[in-house]
C-alpha cells in the first residue's frame, strides 16, 4: 500500500521558517514526480512546488524565491523549505507523487503563519 505521510508544520510568526518533509512507502518514487501543493480555508488547491526525477523544479509564482524544494532519491523522501513566511502562506501542505499515471496524495500537514 502506497503512503506519503507529511510532517513538520506548525505555528510560526511572520518571517519565519519552516521545513517540511514527505515520507513514502509501498512504492520507490526515484523516477517519479514529487512535489507540493497548498490549500487555505475557502480557496482552491494552489500549486507550491514539484521537482523531477531528473531534478527539474517548478515553483507556483507566490512562493518563488521564498521555498525550496527537495528530494533523497535514496530514502525516498521529498522536503520543503520554507522561508519568508507570511500570514497568506497558511495552509495544509500536501505532498503528492504521481507514478504510472496514478497521483498518490498525502493527508497534509498544517502550517499557520502568525503576524
Known amino acids: 500500500q502506497v503512503q506519503l505521510v507529511e510532517s513538520g508544520g506548525g505555528l510560526v510568526q511572520s518571517g519565519g521558517s519552516l521545513r517540511l518533509s514527505c515520507a513514502a512507502s509501498?512504492?520507490?518514487?526515484?523516477?517519479?514526480?514529487m512535489g507540493w501543493y497548498r490549500q487555505a480555508p475557502g480557496k482552491d488547491r494552489e500549486l507550491v512546488a514539484t521537482?523531477?526525477?531528473?531534478?527539474?523544479?517548478n515553483y507556483g509564482d507566490s512562493v518563488k524565491g521564498r521555498f525550496t524544494i527537495s528530494r533523497d532519491f535514496v530514502k525516498n523522501m521529498g522536503y520543503l523549505l520554507l522561508n519568508s513566511l507570511n500570514p497568506e502562506d497558511t495552509a495544509v501542505y500536501h505532498c503528492?507523487?504521481?507514478?504510472?499515471?496514478?497521483?498518490?496524495w498525502g493527508e497534509g500537514t498544517l502550517v499557520a503563519v502568525s503576524w
Open positions: 503528492y507523487a504521481r507514478k504510472m499515471g496514478i497521483t498518490y
Open positions: 521537482m523531477s526525477s531528473g531534478l527539474i523544479t
Open positions: 509501498g512504492s520507490d518514487f526515484s523516477r517519479n514526480v
